[in-house]
Nanobody, 126 residues
């Protein structure tokens, strides 16, 4: 099973991008999806997550107020709207999915997600 992420690219500081991610297997239903990112020389870090049940959303402090995660249950897809981008947002962004609802205490942990996309590069530079 693959998650297909798209939407990355080069953007100037202060600009916006919208990332998309969907499953290639329509028979697999996700109950939680998330975005993580990994900058060069750094560990993968949590960005945002959404639980299908109730639509609860969660954000890293570094992106709160600038990024918005949303879901399309019918398409089994998740989106990340990124506004007011900063150079420190430069990273490869990975989408992740879980066929089970991630528990609240672990929603930010990569171990809660068993399906991963290939990553899409976001570069914020002037």
């Amino acid at each position: 099973v693959q998650l297909q992420a798209s939407g990355g690219g080069l953007v100037q500081p202060g600009g916006s991008l919208r990332l998309s991610c969907a499953t290639s297997d329509r028979t697999l239903v996700m109950y939680g999806m998330a975005w993580f990112r990994q900058a060069p020389g750094k560990e993968r870090e949590f960005v945002a997550a959404v639980r299908w049940s109730g639509g609860s959303t969660f954000y890293a402090d570094s992106v709160k107020g600038r990024f918005t995660i949303s879901r399309d249950k019918a398409k089994n897809a998740v989106y990340l709207q990124m506004n007011s981008l900063k150079p420190e947002d430069t990273a490869v962004y990975y989408c992740a999915g879980s066929p089970n609802t991630p528990i609240l205490s672990a929603v930010r942990s990569p171990q809660s997600y068993s399906y991963w996309g290939q990553g899409t590069l976001v570069t914020v530079s002037s």
